[in-house]
């Protein structure tokens, strides 16, 4: 009877994470119209195979295997969508580029094309070469965005060089050699973590309880299905599988 009721929870475990990974790649992206056609196709299909490999075995590695097929799906997904976008991207900078430097071979003079090219500099964080052609359009008409411009990259520059970094906290330029803001004490070395957390303070917390709290509530309620009626035990599965499920939902 006890291994029938642990393999029957293993069973509802694996199924309500199956459920949930359903409702995430699938019904919640259908319905915000966000997903596409051939990636309904290949989620279906690995929802239809997860189930299948843990229907023949519901040993603990085929329910390992079947509840990460979903998210490896997705994670490729990502990858090969962001690799075309890149891609595209660069082939549009590297046209973009080549018709502003025909420009400037024709006109020679022409200001604007200076500087979209080292508009086109800056965004790649090439800050050097976006200087050069900032100080060439300067050189031909000395303009206040212009020289904005290049205050900015100059400023960019030093930061990528570490010879500055800039407080998060109140905005002070501090010299690069110094590991505390001279103006409200921030620190550097802690300024990332910082931001992080407090930028996803609501993740954190949540991870941080299902870390802390996770383990032990596993331990209590295995620890508890031992020595309390098979009934009681699972009232408390089917209170735990609600709350789970209402948790991922409302996450």
């Known amino acids: 009877m006890g291994i029938a009721f642990f393999l029957g929870l293993w069973i509802a475990i694996i199924f309500i994470i199956l459920g949930i990974e359903f409702y995430y790649y699938i019904l919640a992206r259908y319905i915000e119209k966000d997903l596409t056609i051939v990636e309904?196709?290949?989620f279906?299909?690995?929802l239809c195979v997860s189930v299948m490999i843990f229907s023949k075995s519901q040993e603990f590695f085929s329910g390992l295997i079947s509840i990460i097929l979903l998210?490896?799906?997705d994670m490729v997904i990502k990858m090969i969508v962001e690799s075309k976008e890149k891609v595209r991207h660069?082939?549009?900078e590297q046209k973009e580029m080549e018709s502003w430097l025909y420009t400037i071979e024709k006109q020679p003079e022409n200001v604007n094309a200076y500087v979209a090219i080292g508009d086109i500099y800056f965004k790649k964080r090439d800050y050097e070469q976006a200087l050069v052609y900032y100080k060439k359009a300067q050189n031909l008409?000395?303009?206040?965005y212009i020289r904005e411009?290049?205050?900015v990259t100059e400023k960019e520059l030093a930061i990528k060089n570490g010879t500055v970094w800039v407080c998060p906290e109140c905005s002070f330029d501090n010299p690069g050699e110094i590991k505390k803001c001279k103006v409200c004490g921030y620190s550097k070395i802690d300024r990332n973590l910082f931001a992080e957390i407090k930028k996803n303070k609501k993740e954190f917390l949540k991870a941080g309880l299902w870390v802390l709290i996770g383990p032990f509530a596993l331990i209590l309620f295995f620890a508890l299905y031992v020595v309390m009626p098979i009934y009681l035990a699972l009232i408390i599965t089917l209170v735990a599988i609600y709350f789970t499920i209402k948790y991922f939902i409302t996450y």
């Open 149 to 151: 411009k290049i205050g």
């Open 44 to 46: 279906i299909s690995c």
């Open 71 to 73: 998210p490896m799906a």
């Open 40 to 42: 309904g196709i290949i």
């Open 90 to 92: 660069r082939l549009e």
């Open 141 to 144: 008409m000395d303009l206040p």
